[in-house]
Each structure stands twice: as structure tokens, then as C-alpha cells.
């Protein structure tokens, strides 16, 4: 089974620090996604990658950065913490075509 | 952009009853897909339809994708306890492999 893996379960941070999210999958899925997921609003697309060094704004991108130097490795950066920015934060990969993503377990980020 | 309307918000039910829940799209989508997310965990998926009315099971799950291309609806046969959690729906409507996602639908079941 595919997995992904995000690095931290639980994160508190304090405003204005730059967080780093990492999400890390084992299938060699060429598209990673960052979602970020709060009550009544569903799961909106922060960033999106098809390939290596390659990325993409979803449709919230503001505040947020990304980076993939490889292949199984993709990462969130929030450039400056805000509280606005608390959030469970969601990673996902798929392969190449209409197939449903795999998503890690998540990252509930507190930002005070 | 793409807004994909879900429906209930919430369901509070009796263990043994059915359940349905069902999503709406502005737009048509090539793909729907059906996730379930239990509590402190990320999605997991369900059910993935791809042709405009195709009916698929997964055990007592069963969902379709609608004729007109713009709904799906999913199923829940004699719900149990561990079918509690957030019920999402998801459309993809391009070749750009995004997946728009419903609001979800949160399920509690009473013993």
C-alpha cells in the first residue's frame, strides 16, 4: 500500500516563526498536494506539484510557500505564522491520470 | 472556481438504519470520489466512479455518479458503529489531476 507520511502529528508554534510541514510518500507518485482542512469549509488546495522542482498555487496559496527537491519529498513552508493559519494541514500523492489521491495522517498546527 | 455543494452537513442516526448522502456540482466533472475520514486521521478513500452513470458497491457502501454529470450520491445499508466520521465527496472535472472537495458530511451513529 502507498504510504505518506507527514512528519509531525501535533505542532504549536508561536506568530511570526517559519514552519516547515514535510510530507514524505514511498510509491513514486509524481503529483503531491497540500491541503488544509477546518470545520465547515472541506478540504481547500494550498499547493500542488506534478514533478520534481515543479509546483503550482491551488487555490489558497497565500502565506504559503512550497519546495520539492525530490521526487518523494514535498514540503509546506509558512513563511511568517499566523494565527489565521491554525489548521489541520493535509499531505496527498497520486499517480499520473484521474485516480484518487492517498493522504497522510495530517498535521494539526497551532499557531499563538 | 469549481463549488461542490454536500449534503447533510450532519447526520445523527440509529445503528441499523441506511444513510444518504449526496454532493452537487455548478459544473461537470469527469470523476467523483467518495472519502471517509475518521477522527485525528487523513481521508481514506471509499468509492471512485468514473463514467456518468455508473453505480459502484464497496461492501454496504454503494455510490453513483449522476446521469447529468454534475452529482453523485453515496449509500450507507444498516450502518454499524464504525461508520462514524467525516463522509467527503470529491470531483475531478480536467486533466489537471485537482480534486475539488465537498464540505463533507459528519456521521454519528447511536448504539
Known amino acids: 500500500d502507498v504510504k505518506v507520511t507527514q512528519s509531525s502529528r501535533y505542532l504549536v508554534k508561536r506568530t511570526g516563526e517559519k514552519v516547515f510541514l514535510e510530507c514524505v510518500q514511498d510509491?513514486?507518485?509524481?503529483?503531491m498536494f497540500w491541503y488544509r482542512q477546518d470545520p465547515g469549509l472541506g478540504l481547500r488546495l494550498i499547493y500542488f506539484?506534478?514533478?520534481?522542482?515543479?509546483?503550482e498555487k491551488g487555490d489558497i496559496p497565500e502565506g504559503y510557500s512550497v519546495s520539492r527537491e525530490k521526487k518523494e519529498r514535498f514540503s509546506l513552508i509558512l513563511e511568517s505564522a499566523s494565527t489565521n493559519q491554525t489548521s489541520m494541514y493535509l499531505c496527498?500523492?497520486?499517480?499520473?491520470?484521474?485516480?484518487?489521491?492517498?493522504f497522510g495522517s495530517g498535521t494539526r498546527l497551532t499557531v499563538v | 472556481g469549481q463549488q461542490l455543494n454536500q449534503s447533510p452537513q450532519s447526520m445523527f442516526i440509529q445503528e441499523g438504519e441506511d444513510v444518504s448522502m449526496n454532493c452537487t456540482s455548478s459544473?461537470?466533472?469527469?470523476?467523483w470520489l467518495w472519502y471517509k475520514q475518521d477522527p485525528g486521521e487523513g481521508p481514506v478513500l471509499l468509492i471512485a466512479?468514473?463514467?456518468?452513470?455508473e453505480l459502484t458497491s464497496n461492501g454496504r457502501l454503494t455510490a453513483q455518479f449522476g446521469i447529468t454529470r454534475k452529482d453523485s450520491f453515496l449509500n450507507i445499508s444498516a450502518s454499524i458503529p464504525s461508520d462514524v466520521g467525516i463522509y467527503f465527496c470529491a470531483g475531478m472535472w480536467d486533466s489537471s489531476y485537482k480534486l475539488i472537495f465537498g464540505s463533507g458530511t459528519r456521521l454519528l451513529v447511536r448504539p
Open positions: 466512479l468514473y463514467k456518468a452513470g
Open positions: 496527498a500523492s497520486s499517480p499520473p491520470g484521474i485516480y484518487g489521491y492517498t
Open positions: 510509491m513514486d507518485h509524481e503529483n
Open positions: 506539484s506534478y514533478d520534481v522542482k515543479m509546483k
Open positions: 459544473s461537470i466533472f469527469n470523476t
